[in-house]
């Protein structure tokens, strides 16, 4: 912690201006929606309760792992720790921060989530368990077997009545990126060779084999709507030309009006989120045409989502979501990773501490989220307890790495919770207040400084503030001042940028 405000005192001091740009709006009647009662449901335990007060529950997300199988601890850090390169002897058993995670990384996460909280609500685990490497790609085989072990791992350690709710990510397909935009096998298997029929009833089964994609009804009357955001993800060659890809904006519409019709609320869980990386705002995640499709689908039934979790940034962000009249409709939240690999090849990416995230909850509202981190530097130096020195045959006894607390949401951002409401609250205190919102971004790596290039100057808040509220790219664009306001192509890069002034409305 000191170091840390260590770092936080230097960068006021480096770059003390405040600047501000207009908050987005939160209607009257947003507000009132995230504030309703709820109705009487079944719990696990099969009492009764009012939910909307009495019952807080939690639930773990997981996500990005990138288990590399081919890790070594005399691999070449510039080649993702792999051997066959130049060695070396400085890859900790727990990981490098050049690199994907290793086995001992892996469980550990497991572990810690066990011991930290063992009996949660259920399991989001969002996405990309393959590593990025590409010496060779790996391919299917590699894919089921890494899917398989995890999902074998995670069900081993929870019982058997606490759901863990899987989710696609780019880097679960061969070739990456890659997802059919029509239901066929290709779903199935990761239902067989995966493991993950072990996992879902067989009602989320056979919607999971349509393209991906299920609906899970908690019994706390919450809905968890899992979304294969890779059909509509800007790389997945794929799906640039169905109108709707596997269906799924057709079966999310409907199960939306359902959920509208009970008066229930939804957590919307999937990999990739729409818009674009606050680090740096250029590139869409989603094609164009679906990232508006699905932000309006959204929009319009905002009231019914309680919260959007996503991962596949790596980073800790939020986001949200907003009407053409600029009132606020939902929030999303962005999970860090596991794996703490810095992509070089990838601009504005960061290396992060292993991070996991509980998250507490009731049946209409998000109410904070406790963020634990490893201190991988902490972790490889402490790896083995000193023997006695009265005995020197005494065998040497690993010492877990600890997953410390890194902060907790209502607390570190004074929220009374996470609803639309208070984050919208929030985006307004980051742009008028420099102080808080260069906590926010020492969080946004999970602490890890090692790759940032000192505070976030002007230019670098514009990014994060525009990104987070300009979901579709013409408003983001507009925010960002580029003279161009159609979006690139995937790849492209806009060349014209002019610098808004500062007091430009979001």
Not at 89 to 97: L, P
Not at 168 to 196: C, I, M, T
């Amino acid at each position: 912690m000191d170091k840390e405000l260590s770092l936080l005192l230097m960068f006021m001091v480096l770059w003390p201006g405040i600047w501000s740009l207009s908050p987005p709006k939160v209607s009257e009647e947003d507000s009132v929606a995230d504030n309703d009662s709820g109705k009487t449901v079944h719990l696990l335990d099969k009492t009764t309760i009012e939910t909307s007060t009495a019952y807080e529950g939690t639930f773990w997300q997981i996500t990005d792992i990138h288990w590399d199988h081919k890790y070594s601890q005399q691999g070449d850090a510039t080649r993702m720790c792999h051997e066959g390169y130049l060695s070396s002897d400085s890859n900790g058993v727990y990981g490098n921060y050049l690199c994907d995670s290793p086995w001992p990384l892996v469980k550990s996460a497991l572990e810690a989530m066990v011991e930290i909280h063992n009996k949660p609500d259920f399991i989001l685990w969002t996405g990309d368990n393959a590593p990025h490497t590409d010496d060779p790609e790996p391919d299917f085989t590699v894919i089921f077997q890494t899917v398989a072990n995890i999902t074998g791992e995670l069900r081993s350690r929870f019982q058997e009545s606490i759901p863990i709710l899987p989710v696609l990510g780019n880097h679960d397909a061969y070739p990456r990126d890659n997802f059919p935009v029509a239901g066929d096998e290709f779903y199935g298997q990761y239902l067989s060779k995966g493991g993950w029929s072990s996992l879902l009833p067989e009602d989320a089964q056979q919607e999971f084999r349509n393209g991906g994609y299920y609906g899970y009804e908690l019994p706390t009357g919450v809905t968890v709507l899992v979304v294969n955001t890779n059909l509509y993800y800007g790389k997945n060659p794929l799906g640039i030309k169905a109108d709707d890809p596997c269906g799924q904006f057709a079966w999310l519409r409907k199960r939306l009006e359902t959920a509208q019709k009970k008066n229930s609320k939804v957590i919307i869980a999937a990999h990739a989120p729409p818009g674009y990386f606050e680090r740096l705002a250029i590139i869409p995640y989603f094609n164009d045409t679906y990232n508006e499709a699905y932000v309006d689908l959204l929009n319009e039934f905002g009231t019914v989502i309680m919260a959007q979790i996503y991962g596949h940034e790596h980073t800790d962000s939020f986001k949200l979501f907003r009407s053409p009249k600029g009132d606020i409709k939902s929030a999303a939240f962005m999970a860090p990773s596991v794996t703490p690999c810095y992509r070089r090849s990838i601009p504005g990416k960061v290396a992060v501490n292993p991070s996991l995230r509980l998250y507490l909850y009731n049946s209409r509202t998000l109410l904070d989220y406790t963020q634990y981190n490893l201190d991988l530097t902490v972790a490889n130096e402490l790896l083995y307890e000193e023997k006695p020195i009265y005995d020197d045959m005494a065998e040497l006894e690993v010492v877990k790495p600890e997953w410390d607390v890194y902060y907790r949401a209502r607390e570190a951002y004074g929220l009374k919770s996470l609803d639309a409401v208070n984050m919208a609250q929030l985006y307004r205190r980051l742009m008028s207040d420099n102080r808080l919102f260069q906590e926010y971004y020492l969080r946004n790596s999970g602490g890890y400084t090692r790759f940032l290039d000192g505070p976030c100057d002007r230019d670098c808040k514009m990014h994060f503030m525009c990104s987070m509220v300009n979901i579709k790219s013409r408003d983001l664009d507009k925010c960002m001042g580029y003279i161009d306001y159609d979006t690139p192509k995937v790849g492209a890069q806009k060349p014209q940028h002019i610098k808004p002034e500062l007091n430009e409305e979001l």
